[in-house]
């Protein structure tokens, strides 16, 4: 039952950039926050960026701000994750996902989200 699918990952050079994409399947998300997520190999998934419902509010993790932008739109219900500057520290597979709840976005842990895609993977080249 996947219900975020990503799409836009693939192999790049230090430097340069990748757009991500989370496609919604099966449901919709009306008013639901989004975030994005990363887990590099051997280490813990980690936050990435997240954007509320009317896009009014956005996080991004000290690692990525000025670097990679979250936006949606939601007559698509599509949620975009444009990364630039990439280095090869941001090798990971990447994951979008879903509070469990509509409504304002209380946590940026990952316990706090309860639908999530099934990765894609980036990989950043030095």
């Known amino acids: 039952q996947v219900q975020l699918v990503e799409s836009g990952g693939g192999l790049v050079q230090a430097g340069g950039s990748l757009r991500l994409s989370c496609a919604a399947s099966r449901r919709t998300f009306i008013g639901y926050a989004m975030g994005w997520f990363r887990q590099a190999p051997g280490k813990d998934r980690e936050f990435v960026a997240a954007?509320?419902?009317?896009?009014?509010?956005?996080y991004y993790a000290d690692s990525v701000l000025g670097r990679f932008t979250i936006s949606r739109d939601n007559a698509k219900n599509t949620v975009l994750l444009q990364m630039s500057s990439l280095k090869p520290e941001d090798t990971a597979v990447y994951y979008c996902?879903?509070?469990?709840?509509?409504?304002?976005?209380?946590?940026?842990?990952?316990?706090?989200?309860?639908?999530w895609g099934q990765g894609t993977q980036v990989t950043v080249s030095s």
């Open positions: 996902a879903a509070p469990r709840a509509p409504g304002k976005l209380g946590s940026r842990e990952e316990a706090a989200f309860g639908f």
């Open positions: 954007v509320s419902w009317s896009g009014d509010k956005i």
